[in-house]
């Protein structure tokens, strides 16, 4: 029983100077690869902030066109909007003389 457990403490001791060298391997190379692609992350977020900062300025430019545009509409249509009936009313003369006017003969 005692061999197989020193065989069992064997195969792990013999199991982790295979799998440690691996392991620093690889996190060496996150290291490196890390530090080679740091100044494109860098440059990744001064773009990522600077295309926000841009957006969110037109956002807001056109938003509040939008709304000045809306506000001009809205003020035309109450003031233009009493003056309907006025303007059928003259709509309605001038078809009435229109209709009453002699026409050119043509020829």
Known sequence: MEALFA?????L???A????????????????LGLL?????IL?????????LAGLVLKVFFSGAAFLLLLL??????VLLPLL???????FIWLFVKALAPRAAVG
């Open 7 to 11: 065989l069992v403490i064997l195969a």
């Open 13 to 15: 001791l013999v199991a």
């Open 17 to 32: 100077l295979l799998i440690l060298p691996l392991l620093a391997l690889k996190l060496v190379l996150e290291v490196a």
């Open 37 to 41: 692609l740091l100044p494109f992350k």
């Open 44 to 52: 990744a977020g001064l773009l990522k902030a600077a295309f926000g």
């Open 73 to 78: 509409f809205g003020l035309g249509a109450l």
């Open 85 to 91: 009936p006025l303007v059928l009313l003259g709509a």
